[in-house]
């Protein structure tokens, strides 16, 4: 593919994705005919793609593992930051949560005005001036993001991003709430400025160059608008993270990006693949407590044939990571299930990933 202009984008669908892996195992297995079953494993997005492809392609693979993946999709997902929530106050308690909201009703105060915005701009050492509604939008969504990311990977960041950390320095009292909140940021940041410009990113996402501005970035939006949505809004009450990052953020963005100006065909994805009621047999789904993720994603068991595990104490994907020093047990229990599920699913087994 010479670029990522919409021409091309096309081709960017799930199905296609599922029919490529397809054609590819089947040539794989005419060269290696002596290979044994086909067990496909995906994490995240990929995680969907493994239980869809068991799903829709039977005859070729034997089972799949499906981690962290949100076979649900939906527009807004304000579970997103309501898991969010729920994972901070049971790691650290409700003083965190509490925390984060009173800074954030601050900072959402100053950002009303223009001299406010001009204030919190210097606080978080942002590239360019807060100014417009959009830039306000794009700004919290990237420090609420530093919380975001740490629920949703916890114990596979460094200590200095995880939970215990960033609720430590929100529960500091020598500091001011917004100090707090720029400390949290300055993790994330490491000594860089913060762009926070909606034109910017629009810019970024408008590069159709193979690498762009990151592999990966214009694509993912890119399917996000047209198939899955999984936009993480502020519109639930039950978070602590403010109100100003509504579903018209996600949105505009898809119509500045793409010119779209239609919302993702959700309706169409849930019925191709059966959203968080699927009918197919031999798919094992696997999700951790912490990861907001799992709220789109199958956490008990449909039946036999569709297994759910639910890991306590655990991030997205966590089950995916090799064993380290203070992994709750409850994951290596998992892990021993999972491979137990695989080996009575197969005996003779090709894994693709």
């Given at each position: 593919?010479?670029d990522l202009?919409?021409p091309?984008?096309?081709?960017?669908?799930?199905?296609?994705a599922?029919?490529?892996a397809?054609?590819?195992?089947?040539?794989?297995k005419q060269?290696?005919?002596?290979?044994?079953?086909?067990?496909?494993?995906?994490?995240?997005?990929?995680?969907n793609l493994?239980?869809?492809?068991?799903?829709?392609?039977?005859?070729?693979?034997k089972?799949?593992?499906?981690s962290?993946?949100p076979?649900?999709?939906?527009?807004?997902?304000?579970?997103y930051?309501?898991?969010?929530?729920e994972?901070?106050?049971?790691?650290s308690g409700?003083?965190?949560d509490?925390s984060?909201?009173a800074?954030?009703?601050q900072?959402?105060?100053?950002?009303?005005n223009?001299?406010?915005?001009?204030?919190?701009s210097?606080?978080?050492?942002?590239?360019?001036v807060?100014?417009t509604?959009?830039?306000?939008?794009?700004?919290m969504?990237?420090?609420m993001?530093s919380?975001?990311?740490?629920?949703?990977?916890n114990?596979?960041l460094?200590?200095?991003?995880?939970i215990?950390?960033?609720?430590?320095?929100?529960?500091?009292?020598?500091k001011?709430?917004?100090?707090?909140?720029?400390?949290v940021?300055?993790h994330?940041?490491?000594?860089?400025?913060?762009?926070?410009?909606?034109?910017?990113?629009?810019?970024?996402l408008k590069?159709?160059?193979?690498?762009g501005?990151?592999?990966?970035?214009r694509?993912?939006t890119?399917?996000t608008c047209?198939?899955?949505g999984?936009?993480?809004t502020?519109?639930?009450?039950?978070?602590?993270?403010?109100?100003m990052?509504?579903l018209?953020?996600?949105?505009?963005?898809?119509?500045?990006a793409?010119?779209?100006?239609?919302?993702?065909?959700?309706?169409?994805?849930?019925?191709y693949?059966g959203?968080?009621?699927?009918?197919?047999?031999?798919?094992?789904?696997v999700?951790?407590?912490?990861?907001?993720?799992?709220?789109?994603?199958?956490t008990?068991?449909?039946?036999?044939?569709?297994?759910?595990?639910?890991?306590?104490?655990?991030?997205?994907?966590?089950?995916?990571?090799?064993?380290?020093?203070?992994?709750?047990?409850?994951?290596a229990i998992?892990?021993?299930?999972?491979a137990?599920?695989?080996?009575t699913?197969?005996?003779?087994?090709?894994?693709?990933?």
């Open positions: 593919m010479p202009s919409l091309n984008l096309v081709y960017l669908t799930s199905e296609q599922l029919a490529d397809a054609n590819f195992i089947v040539h794989f060269m290696y005919p002596t290979a044994g079953d086909i067990i496909v494993f995906g994490g995240s997005y990929p995680g493994a239980a869809w492809f068991r799903l829709k392609y039977p005859h070729i693979a089972a799949a593992i499906a962290s993946a076979v649900l999709a939906v527009l807004d997902m304000i579970t930051l309501d898991v969010v929530e994972s901070l106050t049971r790691i409700i003083t965190c509490e984060i909201k800074a954030t009703m900072i959402q105060t100053l950002l009303s223009s001299t406010g915005r001009q204030m919190i210097k606080y978080f050492n942002t590239c360019n807060i100014e509604d959009l830039d306000v939008q794009n700004f969504s990237d420090i993001g919380f975001m990311e740490a629920v949703q990977y114990t596979d460094p200590s200095s991003m995880n215990p950390t960033l609720c430590n320095i929100m529960e500091d009292n020598t001011s709430l917004i100090d707090r909140y720029v400390a940021s300055q994330f940041t490491f000594g860089q400025c913060m762009d926070v410009s909606y034109n910017d990113m629009i810019t970024q590069d159709v160059s193979p690498v501005a990151g592999v990966g970035f694509q993912w890119y399917q047209t198939e899955f999984y936009f993480q502020t519109d639930s009450p039950n978070q602590p993270f403010g109100n990052v509504p018209s953020f996600y949105t505009d963005v898809c119509r500045d793409f010119g779209f100006n239609w919302l993702p065909r959700i309706n169409e994805t849930n019925i693949y959203g968080n009621h699927p009918v197919g047999s031999r798919v094992l789904f999700n951790g407590g912490l990861d907001p993720w799992h709220s789109l994603s199958i008990k068991s449909i039946s036999p044939e569709l297994p759910a595990l639910f890991i306590t104490g655990t991030s997205h994907c966590a089950n995916m990571f090799r064993a380290k020093p203070g992994d709750p047990p409850s994951l998992a892990q021993a299930q999972i137990q599920q695989i080996h699913w197969s005996s003779q087994i090709y894994c693709f990933l």
